[in-house]
């Protein structure tokens, strides 16, 4: 048996294929192929455009998808949300959809856009957002090169953004946040309902999650005088509690935690002053609760 899952083709891509490889999946995708080879016998993935996975998962064409949450509500699509995966083309942030528009235009808020027009490929989310508002504006479909129509071709845009610099590089503003957007796996309801293969939705949605629990994270690992230990653990932000371990000499102790890594270049100071040796740091590829 197999599962059928549609791996997103485009810009987020990359970041998913990076992701499954950390949390144990090899994702080789050959040129111009969109048949990608999982190095698990009970998978069988196939690249499709985000916009599309929701429909052809709702269809039961594939089992399940990796996409946003903007496309599963774009699409109206009736799946199963099997785990909200944060991560993004760019960054581990959730990503927003926004009205901008050209940074020297009156528009101040969307109401100032009432018989205006707007150009986005999130058409009918946007429409929904706009009447919810009570503005009555004319959206239009964009193919792409969206930033580029304002002011000459539409009054306003509603485009996805992590950092903002594309739109501060076009010379637009953000004038109301549409929706925010994270990395949705979501699946079939039908094959959720076979037991099989819902359990390998959820060992994969598992083992995703942990992989990007660990992003970010290291481990540290060191030795340290018994006597210092309580000044070692003081020192140190672990998840739970440091694991502590015996040495051969009774005067030391292992020790090791799982941080952040942005703070170990001022962690490993701290705990050289304190009498810790033989500091290790190591990458993680998986954090598992």
């Avoid at 399940?64 to 944060?86: K, N």
Wanted: hydrophobic letters at 45%; aromatic letters at 4%; proline letters at 4%.
């Amino acid at each position: 048996m197999k599962l059928r899952i549609g791996l997103p083709k485009g810009s987020l891509q990359e970041a998913t294929v990076r992701m499954l490889g950390k949390a144990g999946y090899k994702v080789t995708v050959e040129s111009r192929s969109y048949y990608p080879h999982i190095d698990d016998p009970e998978l069988e993935g196939v690249l499709i455009r985000a916009q599309e996975i929701p429909r052809y998962v709702q269809d039961g064409i594939i089992d399940c998808g990796i996409t946003g949450e903007d496309w599963v509500q774009e699409t109206e699509a009736d799946v199963v949300r099997a785990a909200e995966l944060v991560y993004s083309k760019q960054t581990n942030q959730p990503a927003r959809w926004v009205v901008a528009v050209h940074h020297d235009a009156p528009f101040q808020g969307v109401e100032d856009l009432q018989g205006k027009r707007v150009a986005t490929e999130l058409v009918n989310v946007t429409r929904k957002f706009l009447q919810s508002r009570g503005v009555t504006a004319h959206v239009e479909f964009s193919w792409g090169a969206t930033e580029v129509k304002v002011p000459d071709l539409v009054d306003a845009i509603v485009e996805i953004t992590e950092t903002g610099s594309s739109l501060r590089a076009n010379n637009l503003r953000i004038i109301e946040t549409v929706m925010t957007t994270t990395t949705q796996l979501i699946a079939n309801r039908q094959s959720w309902q076979d037991d099989w293969k819902r359990r390998k939705v959820e060992n994969l949605a598992l083992l995703l999650l942990g992989a990007i629990a660990a992003e970010d994270k290291v481990i540290l690992k060191m030795n340290a005088p018994r006597a210092r230990l309580k000044d070692v653990l003081a020192i140190l932000p672990a998840m739970k509690n440091p694991t502590v371990a015996n040495l051969s000499d009774e005067a030391w102790v292992a020790v090791e935690a799982v941080v952040d890594e942005k703070v170990v270049r001022e962690l490993i100071p701290q705990l050289k002053e304190v009498g810790a040796s033989g500091i290790i740091e190591l990458p993680l590829n998986k954090v598992i609760p």
